[in-house]
């Protein structure tokens, strides 16, 4: 600490600036109260992200009332948001992690953040276009019309020019016909 106080002695002595002893006190004093803001973010953030921690130990309505916690201890700051639904990710909190990146997405700040988030809550495909095809017609033969949509449209992104999954989209958009309803009767 000497090193650095006779550096700035030197510094002030250079500029020709007298400054008082009480002068540096009340400096870092000012300095830390024009960063409290981001103090008191970075503070919560941390505090946030132990309650994840303490959260991924706990079961039932106790770990949901932590995760309900930490949610609320970083608001809607962009950076907390962040972390707790990386937390939830990662401890496979795929509900938890979706209400922080739907509250990331209202903020519309740390873009690269929540595309990687949101490609992390979307479910995975399959390797190829005809594999697509068959899980979004094995959707739609369970009733599983709006899982289906979502599947056949995260796979048409893959695979924009594909024919099969291109008939498919007409199957998905034409509701399914009531059970016992003959088609010609319709």
Same mark, same amino acid.
């Given at each position: 600490?000497?090193?650095?106080?006779? $550096?700035?002695? +030197?510094?002030?002595?250079?500029?020709? #600036?007298?400054? @008082?002893?009480?002068?540096?006190? !009340? /400096?870092?004093?000012? %300095?830390? $109260?024009?960063?409290?803001?981001?103090?008191?973010?970075? #503070?919560?953030?941390?505090?946030?992200?132990? #309650?994840?921690?303490? %959260?991924?130990?706990?079961?039932?309505? @106790?770990?949901?009332?932590?995760?309900? @916690?930490?949610?609320?201890?970083?608001?809607?700051?962009?950076? /907390?948001?962040?972390?707790?639904? =990386?937390?939830?990710?990662?401890?496979?909190?795929?509900?938890?992690?979706?209400?922080?990146? !739907?509250?990331?997405?209202?903020?519309? =700040?740390?873009?690269?953040?929540?595309? =990687? #988030? @949101?490609?992390?809550?979307?479910?995975?495909?399959? *390797? +190829?276009? %005809?594999?697509?095809?068959?899980?979004?017609?094995?959707?739609?033969?369970? *009733?599983? +019309?709006?899982? %289906?949509?979502?599947?056949? +449209?995260?796979?048409?992104?893959?695979?924009?020019?594909?024919?099969?999954?291109?008939?498919?989209?007409?199957?998905?958009?034409?509701?399914? !016909?009531?059970?016992?309803?003959?088609?010609?009767?319709?």
């Amino acid at each position: 600490m000497g090193g650095l106080a006779q $550096l700035l002695n +030197t510094v002030i002595g250079i500029l020709g #600036l007298h400054l @008082e002893p009480w002068m540096a006190p !009340a /400096g870092l004093l000012v %300095a830390i $109260l024009l960063a409290w803001p981001w103090i008191r973010v970075n #503070l919560r953030t941390g505090d946030a992200r132990k #309650l994840m921690i303490r %959260a991924a130990r706990e079961r039932g309505a @106790e770990r949901e009332r932590l995760e309900n @916690e930490a949610l609320a201890m970083v608001g809607n700051g962009p950076d /907390g948001l962040v972390v707790v639904a =990386k937390a939830a990710v990662e401890q496979g909190r795929k509900e938890l992690a979706a209400r922080a990146v !739907a509250k990331l997405r209202t903020s519309g =700040k740390r873009l690269p953040d929540l595309r =990687k #988030l @949101e490609r992390a809550l979307e479910p995975s495909l399959p *390797g +190829t276009p %005809a594999e697509a095809a068959l899980l979004v017609e094995r959707l739609l033969a369970t *009733g599983m +019309t709006e899982e %289906a949509r979502s599947r056949l +449209t995260q796979a048409r992104r893959k695979w924009p020019f594909d024919d099969e999954l291109e008939v498919l989209v007409e199957r998905v958009a034409t509701p399914p !016909a009531a059970p016992g309803v003959d088609s010609a009767q319709a």
